[in-house]
């Protein structure tokens, strides 16, 4: 459905798929590797004319935590991820951003955890991973926010001053995520406050940033799809272009080990738990129908492939067919 040169796949899969002796890539890349340190930050492909490079931000190794999943104790969670083939000593959680090079211009989607300000030690490598594939921060013209978690916008805005990282870049946000993070504090639950006074500090006061209302062309060939439950606001992206689409489904699901297997699994991120499951089965739904890559934030590299249904849940299926 699209293309990744050779020298990326030979690169990134790491000449597994010589080993497999096949010609081109398929499903050869497992959920285990997706969920561990890839040998390459990047992964560069096509959709139809527009290219796209998953970057890589590190990861978060979350330590267990009884209270992460509603109904569904720790030793289940471990048994899930033993069964994907990833590691059980914690919840891996990487981190995917993704740059897409349409209407000779450059755009994010999302902005990482702002050099590891979130996600712990092993997160912020979403600069020198640009810098790998070639991409120069400067030349970053717009970046779309799928929703304010600090994993997803802290690439904004610098450590203490909250200067904005990219102060020539239009910035586009949801209304509704906007409107939620912006009401009085008091109204936020409290483990959330200080993220509300951070974005209240600086987001509104930009001049960079343009709020888009339900669906919208938010640059050529992509369109914002809202995709409400994880937060108030959140946001999925449409990328069209000849006849081939991907979509870009930001934390619709947390890790596709868990959650992408199990899609009732409510984890403690989603703000609005029913609506966030339900819009996480209606997404992957709608990818089935149009037969649509899909790609996750937190699903590691390989990001991009497809989504099949798999008794009660689903399954990613990493790569191109
Ligand atoms: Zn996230």
Request: glycine share 10%; no cysteine; net charge neutral.
């Amino acid at each position: 459905m699209f293309e990744i040169s050779r020298r990326d796949l030979v690169l990134g899969a790491a000449g597994a798929f010589a080993a497999f002796g096949l010609t081109r890539p398929i499903a050869f890349i497992g959920a285990a590797q997706a969920q561990t340190a890839p040998t390459q930050g990047f992964l560069k492909y096509k959709v139809g004319d527009i290219e796209v490079i998953s970057l890589y931000d590190g990861v978060w190794e979350k330590p267990h935590d009884e209270n992460f999943i509603k109904g569904v104790s720790v030793d289940q969670t471990k048994a899930a991820l033993k069964a994907a083939g990833v590691t059980d000593a914690h919840v891996p959680i990487p981190f995917t951003i993704l740059a897409v090079r349409t209407g000779g211009r450059l755009v994010l989607i999302d902005s990482g955890t702002g050099s590891g300000q979130i996600g712990g030690p092993k997160a912020g490598l979403l600069l020198q991973n640009m810098a790998a594939a070639g991409l120069d921060p400067k030349d970053v013209k717009t970046i779309l926010v799928s929703h304010f978690h600090p994993d997803h916008i802290f690439g904004l805005m610098a450590k203490d001053t909250n200067a904005q990282t990219f102060p020539e870049a239009e910035i586009v946000v949801s209304a509704t995520e906007l409107k939620w993070w912006t009401q009085p504090v008091d109204a936020i639950p409290a483990p959330r406050q200080g993220l509300a006074k951070r974005i209240q500090a600086t987001l509104p006061t930009w001049k960079n940033v343009k709020v888009v209302d339900g669906e919208a062309d938010v640059a050529p060939g992509i369109r914002a799809i809202p995709a409400f439950g994880h937060t108030q606001g959140h946001t999925a992206h449409l990328i069209s272009s000849g006849g081939k689409q991907l979509l870009a489904t930001a934390d619709a699901t947390n890790i596709q080990a868990l959650f992408v297997k199990n899609p009732g699994w409510q984890a403690a991120f989603d703000h609005v738990p029913d609506l966030a499951v339900e819009t996480r089965k209606k997404l992957f739904d709608r990818a089935i129908a149009d037969k649509t890559l899909v790609a996750g934030y937190h699903w590691g590299l390989p990001n991009v492939g497809t989504i099949a249904r798999d008794g009660d849940g689903y399954v990613f299926v990493a790569g191109v067919g």
